[in-house]
Nanobody, 124 residues
Framework: VQLQASGGGLVQAGGSLRLSCTAS????????MGWFRQAPGKEREFVAG????????NYADSVKDRFTISRDNAKKAVFLQTNSLKPEDTAVYYC??????????????????WGQGTQVTVSS
């Protein structure tokens, strides 16, 4: 599967962005999906994940109640609605796909396919 992330940009603190990730290739509903981010000088970290059906989601504590992950299998897309953005949310955001038939994971090594990333910059 090939993944293409988009929707990043420059926003003031307190603002919102909606990130999108579209897929091509295999059946999209075969994958659990995740969003990760990497800030300059920091390691990549898990942000949010969603199961194949979309029924189960999980979030990093740092974004819980501010970010929402969703998916549209018919459109082969996964979304990350980011609200109440903070300067510490500044990072390159990546979508990722996990083809293994197992539970929803929250670490990068569990995901086999990655998009190219989209930059989110939050100014104070």
């Amino acid at each position: 599967v090939q993944l293409q992330a988009s929707g990043g940009g420059l926003v003031q603190a307190g603002g919102s962005l909606r990130l999108s990730c579209t897929a091509s290739g295999r059946t999209f509903s075969d994958y659990n999906m995740g969003w990760f981010r990497q800030a300059p000088g920091k390691e990549r970290e898990f942000v949010a994940g969603i199961t194949r059906s979309g029924k189960i989601t999980n979030y990093a504590d740092s974004v819980k109640d501010r970010f929402t992950i969703s998916r549209d299998n018919a459109k082969k897309a996964v979304f990350l609605q980011t609200n109440s953005l903070k300067p510490e949310d500044t990072a390159v955001y990546y979508c990722a796909a996990d083809a293994n038939w197992g539970p929803l994971m929250n670490y990068g090594g569990a995901f086999q396919y990655w998009g190219q990333g989209t930059q989110v910059t939050v100014s104070s």
